[in-house]
């Protein structure tokens, strides 16, 4: 199974930046798409943002598109999420994942069997 370690969590005003950083452990991930998900209380898991292997092809949620950028340095073996402009409905639990994942400029595809790595908590509030 694939591991992650992602960082990056804090409390931020509305109108604020943070960067999600998301490290592979023990595999290159050179070779795999990875998404950003993400969790709010009460509600379903939702894809974020992808990009694929190579970093030629990234994906947004609508409403994240103009404000978060998704980013990749392979020979740090890390995938970046910068977000700006971030307002409360972007509060949640942040995940990365690989595995079972696909990365095409108007979706992000993905089964169950993906690997999800622990989340790191995003919280948006004046």
């Known amino acids: 199974q694939l591991q992650f370690v992602e960082s990056g969590e804090g409390l931020v005003q509305p109108g604020g930046s943070l960067r999600l950083s998301c490290a592979a452990s023990?595999?290159?991930?050179?070779?795999?798409?990875v998404g950003w998900f993400r969790q709010a209380p009460g509600k379903e898991h939702e894809g974020v943002s992808c990009?694929?292997?190579?970093?030629?092809?990234?994906y947004y949620k609508d409403s994240v598109k103009g404000r978060f950028t998704i980013s990749r340095d392979n020979a740090k073996n890390t995938v970046y999420l910068q977000m700006n402009s971030l307002n409360p409905e972007d509060t949640a639990v942040y995940y990365c994942?690989?595995?079972?994942?696909?990365?095409?400029?108007?979706?992000?595809?993905?089964?169950?069997?993906?690997?999800w790595g622990r989340g790191t908590q995003v919280t948006v509030s004046s």
């Open positions: 994942a690989a595995g079972s994942l696909s990365c095409y400029g108007s979706s992000l595809v993905y089964d169950n069997s993906i690997s």
């Open positions: 023990r595999f290159t991930l050179d070779y795999y798409a």
């Open positions: 990009i694929s292997s190579s970093g030629d092809t990234t």
